[in-house]
């Protein structure tokens, strides 16, 4: 086997976690070549993982699948138009959940149940590669973070203040906490030790940061300089010693650098801090459910979280 197309095209979130699957295949076929379809926005992620060997945009697919004959497919993520293409390329192994229309087109399935959110989503993967693995007759290799790799990953900052990122706001992907609550974390925090405080944003909550700087003007603060950029994001990031955020990419990025992240999520059932954990190590993470009763925003009890993150991650 020296070749194989995987796909996960949809949110940046989503697409981290399928890292720690991919690193289980590489280890345990060495050779192998692994080619991802991603979507358009994260296809610099190749650059960022030594378990990606080419990205695939969805305009691409169809020529691409002809032109590779890939044997082999594993869709971590599918839609039912994806489905189809994989089939009528007639690729003769292509791996699924077995969840959805969409498997239809799929001829090697594993039942999952997904949707029960009886473990993380990171761990649906690699059970997926270890299905994928056992069914060719290969050794599963074990595996660990970080799943990304950068230049400046190792380089001391010159600053003796350990600085937190703060992502306040989702773009609308998943309720957070709100802005006030998270101006109240920042100065319970400061109460307990002094940081350097950056907030992370995209271009479009940039002002809304704005002013939650003017709020913290007490604290030393910054804001980051967004960017679509996904390589300086990760850059960005790679910066902190610990991220703070809801349920959204960014987390999932500080996570595969192996950072320290505390995450606030939805008590939902699909939503929820055990299915949608974050790939860093267990010593690296916390993560905290909404026990209120808003649709808008997470509530969470700011200040006994506000100790046990200084006790267990920055002490």
Known sequence: MDKILVIRNDRLGDL???LPALRIIKLSI???????LVDNSYK??????????NVISYTDLTNIIFDNQYSYSISFFSTFNIGYKLWKANIK??????TKIAQLFYNKTLKQNRSKSLKSEYEYNNDLARFFLDDNGYPVSKTKGPFIKLSNQNEKKSDSKKVIFIHPFTGGSSKTLSEDDFIILCLELHKLCSYKFILHCDKY???KCLRMKNKLYKL??????????????????NQCDLFIAGSTGPLH???SLNKKTVGF??????????????INDETNKLAYEDFGTSDKYIKVNIFSIANEIYNKLLK
Request: aromatic share 8%; proline share 6%.
């Open 253 to 255: 990025v500080a996570a």
């Open 265 to 278: 999520y939805p008590k939902k059932k699909s939503s929820t801090s055990l299915r949608w954990s974050t």
């Open 30 to 36: 060495p050779s192998i070549k692994i080619d991802c």
């Open 205 to 207: 909550d940039y002002e």
């Open 93 to 98: 192994n292509r791996y699924a959940p077995a």
């Open 16 to 18: 981290m976690l399928i």
């Open 44 to 53: 610099d992620i190749s650059l960022l993982s030594d378990d990606i060997d």
């Open 220 to 237: 030393d603060i910054d804001i980051i300089k967004p960017t679509s950029q996904l390589t300086q994001m990760f850059s960005n990031i």
